[in-house]
């Protein structure tokens, strides 16, 4: 079908789209590149408007923002809401998102973004969630259900959106039955409010038999998610700490202020919770998507892969060391020397904490199921990392 990919209320491109499997097969015009997703602008060649990789570009980029095929427990998913792959929710409410203002609105169809967004527009999600997060649900056959932001989440964690009081809340679930992102999660958020990071505040949920985090959106209709793999095609690569340095450098070009102290906040935090994750998709920035200002870092979020969850025996206590530095796995040792200041951080500020996340874990125990000896080991790291800090800025 012919759609315009529309950001909000600026028409980007006309396309032959393929609601089937979420190709664009054809461009037709393009009215106004700048509105485009931040990844495609570079692939844009304004001669060859079907130039392969734009094209090809332009179809990832569509299909990355839906549920992706490692998504934890797909099968599942797929079979409650009676379909067979991702792609085919794609285009069901417009593709439309919580964490941008993109849309395919049909050529011939008359509708606006007012009419339609799920910022102003309530959605039902009781049964989406339950398909997605449950250990029981029933095969969703309502269409209704299907007509969610819930469609365009990215991520390998079972998830989905909620309304409550207004507010649009991600829920956030553990990896297969591993349940204690939730609590790496809340753990973060907590570290980021005593130390002054701006940051996404989860907090533990339960939901009929699910234990979750629960988040608020950090996106409004006026602003969109760019993360830094959408932000690294246009920089050069040079797999080494070159990328980190340019990364700061468009930012700071681009107006942003205290980049540096902002992606240097992240890092203190992944190492203080032993963070594994911090993949080129979970940090970046906040684009107005009005005047295209880049506004801010995109506040901390997920944060669940943590504190050696991988690596957890009941018998033997192993420790990884390893975290993300953009293309690289390097021991959480080094990346942290990336901090030019490690004194400005005031770790009084987390006195405390540990017994705190102990009687976190504990009380929730009845739920996850958290022997003494793991969650005793926890706190053994947390507060191994919490002093790591303190010896680096004695010797810094
Ligand atoms: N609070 C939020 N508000 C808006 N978008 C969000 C929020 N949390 C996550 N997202 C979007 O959903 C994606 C997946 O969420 P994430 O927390 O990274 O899950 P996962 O652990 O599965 O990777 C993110 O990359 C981002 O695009
Ligand atoms: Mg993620």
Redesign the pocket.
């Known amino acids: 079908m012919k759609c315009i990919l529309m950001n909000k209320n600026t028409k980007v491109l006309l396309a032959e789209y393929d609601s089937a499997t979420g190709v664009f097969m054809k461009i037709l015009d393009v009215y106004n590149i700048l509105y485009a997703p931040y990844i495609i602008t570079n692939f844009y060649n304004k001669d060859n408007l079907n130039d392969d990789s734009f094209r090809t570009n332009l179809s990832n980029w569509f299909k990355g923002r839906g549920i992706p095929l490692w998504r934890d427990s797909l099968d599942l998913l797929l079979h409650r809401l009676n379909i067979v792959a991702p792609s085919e929710l794609l285009d069901k409410a417009f593709g439309l998102s919580?964490?941008d203002q993109y849309w395919l609105k049909p050529q011939n169809l008359d509708v606006c973004y007012d009419d339609i967004n799920f910022f102003d527009h309530d959605f039902s999600y009781t049964e989406f969630m339950e398909a997605s997060l449950s250990k029981n649900s029933k095969i969703i056959t309502k269409d209704a259900s299907l007509k969610t932001p819930n469609n365009t989440?990215?991520?390998?964690?079972k998830?989905a959106w909620i309304i409550e009081d207004g507010v649009r809340y991600?829920l956030?679930g553990g990896y297969k039955n591993e349940l204690l992102?939730p609590f790496n999660e809340v753990l973060a958020s907590e570290i980021c409010s005593r130390l002054g990071f701006n940051h996404?505040d989860y907090k533990i949920a339960v939901y009929k038999d699910i234990v979750v985090s629960k988040?608020?959106?950090?996106?409004n209709k006026d602003t969109e998610?760019v993360?830094c793999n959408q932000i690294k095609n246009a920089m050069e690569r040079h797999n080494n700490i070159n990328d980190y340095e340019e990364y700061i450098k468009i930012l700071e070009n681009h107006g942003i202020k205290d980049a540096r102290i902002k992606l240097e906040n992240m890092y203190i935090l992944d190492f203080l919770i032993m963070n594994e994750?911090r993949h080129l998709?979970?940090f970046g920035i906040i684009r107005d998507v009005n005047t295209l200002k880049w506004l801010d870092l995109a506040p901390i979020?997920?944060n669940?892969?943590s504190l050696n969850i991988k690596y957890y025996d009941e018998e033997e206590m192993h420790i990884s060391g390893e975290g993300r530095f953009f293309y690289e796995l390097k021991p959480f040792d080094e990346i942290i020397n990336v901090v030019k200041d490690i004194k400005r951080i005031d770790l009084s500020k987390l006195d405390g904490i540990v017994e705190w996340f102990e009687q976190l874990l504990h009380k929730y125990q009845y739920l996850t199921g958290f022997s003494d000896i793991r969650i005793n080991r926890l706190c053994i790291l947390l507060n191994r990392q919490i002093n790591k800090l303190k010896e680096l800025q004695k010797y810094n």
């Open positions: 919580l964490s989440t990215d991520g390998m964690l998830k991600l956030k992102q996404v988040c608020p959106c950090f996106i998610l993360t994750d998709n979970n979020f997920d669940g892969q």
